[in-house]
């Protein structure tokens, strides 16, 4: 992670942060802060991928997985997933692994770190300055 958080560790880590993208999955997992992880997944335009410890209780993952002490999976609806449904338990999906779909399940606790797409910045709009003399 090569930005760092702009915020004190115990404030919102927001998407104009230079780290929330890469970061704020990370950030709020070790503080154990779940809702703020539910807000940041809901926040971004994707939840590109995920680092899930398959141990943890409630996690569903393929058997060939579970053994691992890590994993990561890439999330990227309409390419692998056709969708990610995010709740206060944690996170559901539908992926391929060896050429099979399987149903996930993530709870929050056991998601340790991911990748956002920040959302889009809004433009401002351009407005019409009056000029010129008013009688």
């Known amino acids: 992670m090569d930005a760092h958080h702009e915020h004190p560790a115990d404030s919102p880590c927001l998407p104009a942060c230079p780290a929330w993208a890469e970061g704020a999955l990370q950030l709020f997992a070790l503080q154990r802060r779940?809702?703020?992880?539910?807000?940041?997944?809901?926040?971004?335009?994707?939840v590109e991928y995920l680092i899930v410890a398959p141990a943890a209780p409630g996690t569903v993952l393929p058997e060939h997985l579970q053994q691992e002490e890590l994993v990561r999976?890439?999330?990227?609806v309409g390419r692998d997933t056709p969708?990610?449904?995010?709740?206060?338990?944690?996170i559901r999906c539908n992926l391929t692994f060896r050429g099979r779909r399987c149903d996930c399940a993530f709870p929050w606790a056991s998601v340790l770190a991911g990748g956002l797409r920040p959302p889009e910045k809004k433009r401002p709009k351009f407005g019409v300055i009056q000029g010129g003399k008013k009688d």
């Open 34 to 46: 779940y809702p703020e992880m539910l807000e940041a997944c809901r926040s971004a335009r994707a």
């Open 73 to 76: 999976l890439n999330l990227v």
């Open 83 to 90: 969708e990610v449904l995010l709740d206060e338990w944690g």
